[in-house]
Structure formats: C-alpha cells, structure tokens
C-alpha cells in the first residue's frame, strides 16, 4: 500500500477543549516520510514536533506533547482522524497549543481531510507487524495487542458502578472508520468536573462538545449518535494515541476501561519494540555488507574459503568447489568435484547415482555469479539473482568420481540490471551439458 498525504491546503478553526482559546488549525500537503508533523505558527522560529511517545508530557484527559518550550495538547482526535483516514504525511499548523474540540468527536476533522483530498504517492507505506502480544495493566483497566494481519481493535469500555458498561470489536479501515468510529464524541462524569476545572482543565468545555454522564442519565444537546456512542470513542482514542509509536502498526488491540495514560503505556512498549526492530534490522543489513566481499582483479584462482566469502550460497547447495582459472574480465573456469556422499544422490537415483541435470545448471549460474561480483564494482553493493534458461542441452551422465568443469562467459550487461551468460560443463575434455543463463542484479542488502 502507497503513502498518502492531502492534495490541498484545508483550515478550520474553533475553541480549544482545556484552555479555552480561539484556535485556527490548517492541514497541508507534506513530501513522502515526513510523517505528520505540528508546527506552532505562534511561537518564534516556528517549532515543530512529530507527535511520538517519547515526548508526550501530559495525559491527564487528553494526550500532550512537548520539545523545549513548545507544547501542543489534546492531539488525539485530530491523530485519530488522519490515521483513520490513511493519511500518512501532512504538516499541522497551529496558532495556539491546542487543537478545536469542535463536537468532541473527529468527525469534522474527517471532513476536513476529505475536503482536502488524500492522494497516494510513490513510496510505500511501512507497517510496524507485532510479532507477540503485548499488555499494559493499570487497576481494573489493561489493553492488550496481538499479533494480527490488520488493524482490530476490540474494547469494553464502563464508569465506576458499571452503569454504561459498552463493547465492540472493529476492524479498522478508512471506510469503518468514517462511519462508524469517527462521530463518536468524547464524554464525562459529572462528579469529575469540578476536580477538571481545579487542574486547569476543559476551560472550553460545554455540552457543544462533549456528553456529560450523570447517574444514570445522559446529559447531551444531541441524542447518542450511537446507543454504544461511549466504546466508540474509546476506540477513537486508542486509534489516535498508537499513532504515538511511530508507524502504522497491524496488531489487535484489545482493552478494558482504556484511557489515555494506558494507551501511552502501550505506545512506549510498542515503540520500543519497533526500535529494537529496526536497530536489528540494520544491524544485518550492516553485517550482510561486510560479508560482501569484492573479487580482487589479481585474483586468478580462489579455493573455497574464497568461494564461500562471495556466494551467499551454503551447504547442501554449494556446486563449486574452487575457481581454476580466471581467464579475463569476461570468462571463467570453475572446479566440482562429484562424490557420493552428495545428498541428492540418496534419491537421484538408488542403485544408479547420477547428479541431477537442474544442479548442473545451478552450478553455472554460480560460476557467473563470481564473474558479475568481478565485473561490478563493489560500491554498488549487488547480487545475482538466476532469472531463466535456455538452450539447455545434456549429452552425459554425471557420476560420482567425475571432476566438472564449469566453464562460464559473461554476453551483456544491461543498466547493471540484467545480465547474461553462457556456460557448460565438461568431464574428461566432454562436454556433458551447456546452457544459456539470464540474472537479475539487485541490491544486497534488500
């Protein structure tokens, strides 16, 4: 799946949740990789912050993160409707700390993106795939993740007498998201007000943006929009603060009585997975180019600690023993010696051992393996991938006790891309097989 990012500049603006200030927020395009991005058009020098776990600075009722002396606050809803909507790279300008609650919900952050029109682009998307499950617990609440091929997200959410005790289970997709996550608006107990507005809290807060619970009742401007309106805002949190890991991720997230500071729990253990995912990706990257070992110019014969240091080839399907000669740029000789301790001979076949025909040809393939690693500088960092045969022609019987001789020319070399070769295989000055080989050039560390 291709990146995406909005194909035009959108803006909206309204009052700010907890410090109730007049905010106008805008979306704008951003190159591929960017990421999303917050830029605060208010402050000097107009600092940026990516929205990652590792600055995130206040979880009381809202998710907010901080770099030096920029902060920005209740980033989840707005978090929540890009990666709902697949939105990849984009840059959000602020001129104040906090986003519109607008109606608690990121519905009209959704329509703000439809608005602006996701495009794909050229690079691919990357997704973090968890690999074993991982859980938070804090109290009677926990969120797990699961290894899945996708995005799940099943939740129980309930107040403290279990009076709106709700649940669901969604797989999240652009298209579920829009309809049934998104409009889900944030809620509130009636009794925590008072102690919000101690902290600080929802100065702009107001039944315009958000439900309020009481007993048993439900205090709102609008009826439910869902009768489980509550779990599905739950989700609409979670969906926004995993966004805090860095990548989209494929995993089932599974969560009872989830709130913000448990999300951001998860977020870091999942962020440090992915960390240590990449810093041991690159770390095999690193050692795969270290054993790419170039082939001297000098070089005229290699025994098989050589041959083994260029192939990435290993046992049972090493089919050169040693390189003979090398008698130009262009063309090789290379050794294998038959015995009957080879594998294949267990079934190729019992009572009449002969080498299989297909390993003939795989043994010229590796041959003009050598010959391309020679031919190509070794900055390029390349390997030869066998692409097609043909002409291929067998006039003998290889039996153990042979010695063959592999015999290679390089023809052409197009873009560093594809390349051709001719080979074939003698045994006491006969020719027993020939062919014509194809190879595919690619990146060795891909």
């Not at 770099?67 to 989840?76: L, N």
């Amino acid at each position: 799946m291709k990146q995406r990012t909005i194909l035009r500049e959108v803006s909206i603006k309204g009052k700010s949740l907890h410090t109730g200030e007049e905010v106008n927020l805008t979306l704008k395009p951003a190159p591929e990789n960017t990421g999303v991005v917050f830029r605060r058009i208010d402050l000097f020098g107009k600092p940026e912050l990516k929205p990652l776990i590792d600055l995130v600075d206040d979880l009381v009722r809202s998710t907010t993160i901080a770099d030096g002396h920029a902060k920005v606050h209740t980033i989840e809803h707005v978090l929540s409707a890009l990666s709902g909507c697949g939105v990849d790279n984009v840059v959000i300008e602020m001129d104040a700390s906090e986003p519109p609650i607008l109606d608690g919900s990121a519905k009209h952050f959704v329509n703000l993106i439809q608005q602006a029109e996701p495009v794909e682009q050229d690079a691919e998307r990357e997704y973090f795939v968890l690999e074993e499950p991982v859980s938070v617990t804090r109290g009677n609440s926990s969120i797990i993740a699961l290894p899945h091929n996708g995005f799940r997200i099943t939740c129980t959410s309930a107040d403290d007498r279990g009076i709106h005790t709700q649940h669901l289970s969604l797989d999240i997709d652009p298209e579920t998201y829009i309809a049934q996550v998104a409009p889900a608006r944030t809620f509130t107990i009636y009794e925590d007000i008072e102690e919000l507005l101690k902290l600080g809290k929802i100065k702009g807060g107001s039944l315009d943006s958000a439900i309020v619970i009481k007993g048993d009742k439900i205090v709102s401007k609008e009826p439910l929009r869902f009768k489980d309106e509550f779990v599905r805002h739950k989700m609409l949190d979670i969906v926004g603060d995993i966004t805090l890991v860095g990548m989209p991720i494929k995993a089932h997230i599974v969560g009872v009585r989830p709130g913000h500071a448990l999300n951001a729990e998860l977020s870091k253990v999942l962020r440090k997975k992915l960390l240590e995912k990449i810093k041991g990706t690159k770390q095999r990257k690193e050692e795969r180019k270290k054993k790419l070992v170039s082939v001297d110019a000098a070089e005229t014969v290699m025994d098989i600690r050589r041959v083994l240091d260029i192939l990435p080839h290993r046992y049972p399907f090493v089919m050169i023993d040693r390189v003979i000669e090398i008698v130009s740029e262009d063309e090789l000789v290379a050794l294998k010696n038959v015995t009957i301790n080879e594998p294949y001979f267990q079934g190729h076949y019992p009572g009449r051992p002969v080498m299989p025909g297909v390993l003939q040809i795989e043994a010229m393939a590796q041959a003009a393996g050598v010959l391309l690693l020679r031919k190509l500088p070794v900055e390029q960092n390349k390997i030869a991938f066998f692409m097609s045969v043909d002409k291929v022609k067998f006039r003998q019987a290889v039996e153990p006790g042979d010695s063959v001789e592999i015999r290679v020319k390089l023809v052409k070399i197009r873009g560093n891309k594809i390349a051709t070769a001719t080979g074939q295989c003698t045994v006491g000055g006969k020719v027993v097989s020939s062919a014509e080989l194809m190879f595919m050039l690619a990146d060795a560390t891909d």
